[in-house]
């Protein structure tokens, strides 16, 4: 019999160490399924300690829900994700986000250093191309006459300086010549004043001075006269024609030099401060690609365009073999003086909302803060920074939008949960109520799968609940289909107030339907009175 003995024995030794083996994979597996921080969390007198960093936690919860607060670490019951920990030097400053390395890399965040320097500020403007105003030559015709031939036929026909223009015949000018040529023949005391005369009267006829010499020299009555272009550059306008009658004063030609030109640029109004007469300019053109015009910017035309709101700028332009004409379209780049001593940032580090311009500064160790900053101006992709900022900060210049929203949405959590709670709310918190599949029963946790609760805006899934102070009903198993109304605490988490199977009264509304069964009135509930029927 002895043998036997210790062979059972031996056998009922392994049957319950691999049992307890089985226990300890199937605990082990299950842990590592729900809450693996749960047991890497220390409590230190009386604060939950995050042993890796040796960080105080005040809370867990979801990133996408931060409204919710839960005591201890375990399953976002909204997301399919491990809930986060809030650590205390993090809540410090509602505007302060921290950001780990491996999110930082995630989102591609970059930081850039505020640098003192210069700012050359470059302001470009496009205009149109006009006659220079001030190189213009006006030919009249000087005594009435014939025009009897014509060298030039149209007008933006190009001239050079010297060239003949027209032939007039000049009637007048024939008496005040051969008065002239009389009195040059006389001989005698007093000529010479009669002579000076004579000469005189010619010019009042209009005649030119060249043409006075020509009389003296040749002797001859000189009655038609050839005028020729006091400049180059082309006939803008034509008031002649062959066989007309011309009367003194009346225009013939106005010509309009071509060695220089003038651009009317429009320039913004907001940047019109950043332009002075005398700064040099390069203008390009789509007709000369590739050819630089270099001038210098002569006039701010003191009228604003309220339709464009635009300033005109008149810009004079070198205008080397006359290839600039008028009516061509032009980009103007202005050349402001350089400053010293200005705090710029990369632009793209700028958010602008309209009413304030903010940054996104690196305070080290993962924490980003906003900061409200006065911008200036703007060049090669550097703003200028007037207040806000110290030389040696690092701004954040790619994902700044995203920590931006993050620092928002904490500083409106944060003056959310610090708002006094209503009366109604204090007293008592709402209860919600819900169907679902027990999955797991714990010591303090029950775990439902249950179906959408409308009050909640929650869909269907699987989450925990904290188990009421009375205790579950004592029937209650895994795989039971119960109906459940709980209620969430001061602490965020969510914890069971009644609970049954389905189709059994509240386990917290058993005694107050015995009461009412026992009076046998109308306050019974239904399903007592159908059971006494």
Not at 105 to 118: C, D, P, S, Y
Not at 278 to 300: D, H, M, Q, Y
Not at 425 to 454: M, Q
């Amino acid at each position: 019999m002895k043998p036997k003995f210790v062979l059972k024995a031996g056998v009922l030794a392994l049957a319950g160490a691999g049992l307890a083996f089985g226990g300890y994979w199937t605990g082990a597996h299950r842990n590592d399924g729900e809450a693996p921080a749960a047991t890497a969390t220390q409590i230190v007198g009386g604060d939950k300690i995050d042993p890796k960093t040796g960080r105080k936690i005040l809370y867990w919860h979801d990133p996408m829900v931060p409204g919710q607060k839960f005591d201890k670490p375990g399953k976002s019951p909204f997301m399919d994700m491990q809930l986060e920990p809030v650590y205390a030097d993090d809540a410090g400053d509602a505007g302060t986000v921290a950001i780990s390395p491996r999110v930082q890399q995630n989102l591609g965040i970059r930081t850039a250093e505020v640098t003192k320097g210069k700012l050359a500020a470059a302001v470009e403007a496009v205009g149109s191309v006009v006659y220079n105003e001030r190189d213009v030559a006006l030919v009249q015709a000087r005594s009435n006459g014939f025009v009897e031939r014509l060298y030039v036929r149209a007008p933006l026909d190009p001239v050079r300086k010297g060239q003949a223009l027209v032939q007039l015949y000049v009637p007048d000018w024939v008496a005040a010549q051969e008065e002239y040529l009389a009195v040059k023949r006389m001989q005698g005391p007093g000529a010479a004043g009669l002579l000076d005369a004579a000469r005189q009267r010619m010019r009042l006829a209009g005649m030119t001075e060249d043409l006075i010499r020509r009389v003296e020299s040749s002797a001859k009555v000189q009655s038609r006269m050839t005028i020729t272009a006091p400049i180059s550059g082309v006939v803008a306008e034509l008031a002649v024609r062959e066989g007309m009658t011309v009367m003194a004063g009346a225009p013939l030609f106005r010509i309009n030099g071509l060695s220089t030109i003038w651009v009317h640029a429009d320039v913004p109004e907001n940047l019109s401060s950043q332009v002075r007469p005398g700064n040099l300019v390069e203008a390009r053109t789509p007709s000369l690609p590739g050819t630089v015009f270099k001038g210098k910017l002569s006039a701010i035309l003191p009228e604003v365009n309220p339709a464009t709101r635009t300033l005109k700028a008149r810009i004079e332009l070198a205008n080397p073999g006359s290839r600039l004409v008028p009516g061509m379209f032009a980009t103007i780049n202005f050349t402001a003086a350089a400053r010293d001593e200005v705090l710029t940032v990369p632009t793209e580090a700028v958010i602008q909302t309209g009413k304030r311009s903010v940054v996104m500064a690196a305070l080290g160790d993962g924490k980003f803060v906003p900061v409200d900053v006065e911008i200036g101006t703007e060049a090669n992709g550097q703003t200028e920074i007037r207040k806000g900022l110290e030389a040696g900060q690092k701004v954040v210049v790619s994902g700044q939008f995203l920590i931006d929203s993050e620092a928002s949405l904490r500083g409106a959590t944060t003056r959310m949960s610090e708002m006094p709670a209503p009366d109604g709310a204090k007293a008592a918190g709402t209860t919600h109520r819900g169907e679902g599949k027990v999955e797991s029963i714990g010591k303090d946790e029950i775990t439902f799968s249950h179906g959408p609760i409308p009050s909640m805006q929650w869909p269907a899934m699987t989450m925990g609940f904290k188990v009421p102070a009375s205790g579950l009903p004592k029937k209650l198993a895994v795989g039971d289909t119960v109906t459940f109304e709980f209620q969430q605490t001061k602490d965020g988490a969510f914890e069971i107030t009644n609970i049954s199977p389905t189709g059994a009264p509240m386990q917290g509304m058993k005694d107050k339907e015995s009461d009412a069964a026992k009076q046998g009135g109308m306050n019974a509930p239904a399903n007592q009175r159908e059971a006494k029927k």
